[in-house]
C-alpha cells in the first residue's frame, strides 16, 4: 500500500533535503586544504537515490550535478554488497566520471536494513598526478598522460579505512598532505549528509520520506512540462566552435538539432564534429551534464532541478565524436571545454522556440596553474587561476553580470579574496578591475570581464600551463546582440618580448618578476544595439564600463 503524502509534508520533506546537502557543503567550505576549494568553492554536493536519480542538490557547479546520476549508476552496478559504514569513491571518466581531476565520494544511507540513498561529494583537486602540475595536461594524447585514473572502488569497508588505498592514491599526487586533507573534508561532508538523512528518516518514518520524495519529482515534472508546453514546437538547429584542440585542429564544431513537441525535448548532439587526439574531448557523463545544464538554464529558476525536471528531455548523441569520447581519450578540458560549447548550441537551437529564456552567450574558461617554489617556506606550491573571472551573457531580464564566470559554473565558481591569495602564495594582484568596453553589445549588454595584472614573487623561476579555450570566439550575443570580446592574455618578461598565451600551453617558464597580464573576456549581448536606452549607455560612460570611443555594437 502506497503513502500518501499532503502538499505540506512534502514541501517539508523537500525543504529538509535541500538544507541538509546545504550544510553539506558549508562543512566543506570550512574543512578543505586547497584553495581551489576553500576559496574558489569548485566542489558539489547531492542526494541520489538507489535508482541512481537525483533527488537533490545545492547550488554549486551545474557541470558537477549534472553528471553525478551517471556516476551513482556505475556504483550500483559495481558493487551489490554495500554495507552501513562503507564508503565508495571514483574519478575515472570512463567509469561515471567526468575528469580526473574530480574525485566524487559516495556514502549510503540506510534505514534499518533498507539501503535508500546517497550522500554525495564531487570535489575538483588541484593535482591528479600525471605528466603536469594541477592535472590539466594540453600535450596529453591519451588519458594515461592526465593523471590517476580511480574506478569504482571502496574506499572504507563497515566503517573502517582502507589505509593501503588511501596511501596508494596520496602517493600518486604531488602534493599529498593536501589531497589528504581535502579527501577527510568530502567524507566528513559526507558522513555529515548521512547522518541527517539518518535523523529525517527518525523523524518522519522512511516510507514517509520515500513517498514524499516520489511526489517530489513528479511535483518538478509537471512544473517542468508546463513550462515547455509554451515554446514554440518545431526542430531547431545551434552550433558553437573551439578554438582550437591545441594539435593543430581549429574551428571544432559542436552541432544541436533540438526537436521541441508539447512538454518534451529532444538534443541530438551526433552531428558534433571527430574527437580529438587531445584534452577537450568530453566523457560521456560530462556530456549529459552539459545537456541537462542547458535545459535547466532555460526552465522557471524557481523549478528544482531534479531528475523530475530531467524527465522531459532526452538526449542523443554519438561515440567517437568531440562530446563523447572513445575509452582512452584524453578528456581533462571536458567540464569547461566543449561542455560550454554544447550549452551554447543547445541555447541557441532553442532561441528560436524560446526567445524570452534564451540567454546570451556566458565567458569561456582560461585558467593557468603555477607551480614553483615559495620563498618564504622554501615549500612548493601550486596555485590556479581562479581570478579574473569573465563576463555573463545578458538576457531578456537585463544586463550580464560582470566578473561573473562561464557557462558550466554560472556564478558558483568564486574568485576569493586577492589578499588571502597574496598570503598564501608568492603573488601579487598589482591590478584587479572591470575590463571596460569588454561585453557584447545590444539591448541589454553583456557582463565585463576583468584585467588583471599578477606579478610573480618567487626566488626561482616557475613554471605555467594554460587550458582554456576563447581567444577567437567570444561569447555569443543573442537574438542581435553582439558577442563579447575574446579573453587576451600575455606574459610580459623583462629581456624578452611580450607575447601572447595561447590557450593550451605546458611548461611555460615563468622567471621571477614576470607580469601576467590578463584581460578575460565579457559576455555576450542581448538584442539589437539600437534598442538599448540612452539612459542606459549613459550610465555605461558615468560608471567607466563603457568608453566614449567605443564602437557602437561592439565591445572592443
Known amino acids: 500500500m502506497s503513502t500518501k503524502i499532503d502538499p505540506i509534508t512534502r514541501s517539508v520533506v523537500q525543504h529538509r533535503l535541500s538544507s541538509i546537502v546545504k550544510e553539506m ?9 586547497s584553495q581551489i576549494l576553500n576559496s574558489s568553492r569548485d566542489f558539489s554536493l547531492a542526494i541520489c537515490d538507489t535508482s541512481s536519480r537525483l533527488i537533490a542538490q545545492a547550488d554549486h557547479l551545474p557541470v558537477h550535478v549534472g553528471a553525478l546520476p551517471w556516476a551513482t549508476l556505475v556504483v550500483e552496478d559495481r558493487f551489490k554488497d554495500v554495507a552501513p559504514g562503507d564508503v565508495f569513491l571514483l574519478n575515472d571518466p570512463y567509469h561515471g566520471g567526468s575528469h580526473l581531476p574530480d574525485l ?22 588541484s593535482d591528479i598526478g600525471g605528466a603536469t602540475h594541477g592535472a590539466y595536461n594540453p600535450a596529453a594524447t591519451e588519458i594515461w598522460q592526465e593523471g590517476l585514473r580511480v574506478p569504482p572502488i571502496r574506499l572504507s569497508e ?23 586533507g581535502d579527501l577527510a573534508a568530502m567524507l566528513g561532508a559526507a558522513h555529515l549528509g548521512e547522518r541527517r538523512v539518518s535523523k529525517l528518516f527518525s523523524e518522519f518514518g522512511a516510507p514517509v520520506v520515500e513517498a514524499a520524495i516520489e511526489a517530489i519529482l513528479d511535483a518538478t515534472e509537471q512544473q517542468t512540462r508546463a513550462v515547455v508546453s509554451t515554446w514554440k514546437d518545431g526542430v531547431f538547429f545551434g552550433e558553437a566552435f573551439l578554438d582550437d584542440d591545441g594539435h593543430g585542429r581549429s574551428d ?12 518534451d525535448i529532444e538534443v541530438d548532439l551526433s552531428e558534433s564534429d571527430p574527437q580529438s587526439s587531445s ?41 567517437g565524436t568531440i562530446v563523447w569520447a572513445d575509452p582512452g581519450r584524453p578528456v581533462t578540458l571536458c567540464t569547461s ?13 532553442l532561441s528560436a522556440s524560446c526567445p524570452e529564456r534564451a540567454m546570451a552567450g556566458w565567458s569561456r574558461r582560461f585558467r593557468i596553474a603555477i607551480q614553483g617554489e615559495d620563498p618564504r617556506t622554501g615549500k612548493n606550491f601550486i596555485w590556479h587561476l581562479f581570478q579574473a573571472r569573465p563576463g555573463g551573457g545578458a538576457s531578456s531580464g537585463g544586463d550580464g553580470y560582470s566578473s561573473i564566470g562561464e557557462w558550466h559554473s554560472v556564478g558558483g565558481l568564486k574568485f576569493g579574496s586577492l589578499e588571502v591569495a597574496e598570503v598564501r602564495f608568492p603573488l601579487h594582484f598589482r591590478r584587479h578591475e572591470f575590463r571596460e568596453n569588454s561585453g557584447g553589445d545590444g539591448k541589454f549588454r553583456g557582463g565585463l570581464g576583468v584585467a588583471l595584472d599578477l606579478v610573480l614573487e618567487t626566488a626561482k623561476p616557475a613554471r605555467g600551463n594554460t587550458a582554456g579555450d576563447g581567444v577567437r570566439y567570444g561569447p555569443c550575443g543573442m537574438l542581435g546582440g553582439k558577442d563579447g570580446v575574446p579573453h587576451d592574455y600575455r606574459l610580459i ?29 565579457g559576455g555576450g549581448g542581448y538584442g539589437p544595439p539600437a534598442e538599448r536606452s540612452a539612459e542606459a549607455r549613459a550610465r555605461d560612460r558615468e560608471q567607466g564600463l563603457v568608453t566614449e570611443d567605443a564602437p557602437t555594437g561592439q565591445g572592443s
Request: aromatic letters at 6%; one cysteine or more; glycine letters at 6%.
Open 25 to 33: 557543503g558549508e562543512a566543506m567550505l570550512r574543512t578543505t586544504y
Open 104 to 125: 566524487t565520494v559516495f556514502v549510503p544511507v540506510f534505514s534499518g536494513d533498507r539501503r535508500l540513498l546517497w550522500t554525495i561529494v564531487r570535489a575538483h583537486f
Open 158 to 180: 563497515a566503517g573502517r579505512p582502507r589505509e593501503d588505498l588511501l596511501d596508494l592514491l596520496a602517493l600518486n599526487v604531488r602534493n599529498p598532505r593536501e589531497f589528504r
Open 252 to 263: 571544432i564544431r559542436i552541432a544541436a538539432k533540438v526537436t521541441k513537441q508539447g512538454s
Open 279 to 319: 584534452f577537450v574531448n568530453s566523457s560521456h557523463a560530462n556530456m549529459q551534464a552539459a545537456v541537462a545544464m542547458a535545459f535547466a538554464y532555460l526552465i522557471d529558476a524557481e523549478i528544482p532541478k531534479n531528475t523530475g525536471a530531467l524527465r522531459p528531455l532526452k538526449v542523443i548523441a554519438k561515440q
Open 337 to 349: 571545454h566543449p561542455s560550454n560549447e554544447i550549452v551554447e548550441a543547445i541555447v541557441k537551437a
Open 493 to 521: 618578461s623583462e629581456g624578452r618580448p611580450p607575447r601572447a598565451l595561447r590557450t593550451k600551453e605546458v611548461g611555460i617558464e615563468l622567471r621571477p618578476g614576470d607580469c601576467l597580464e590578463i584581460r578575460s573576456s
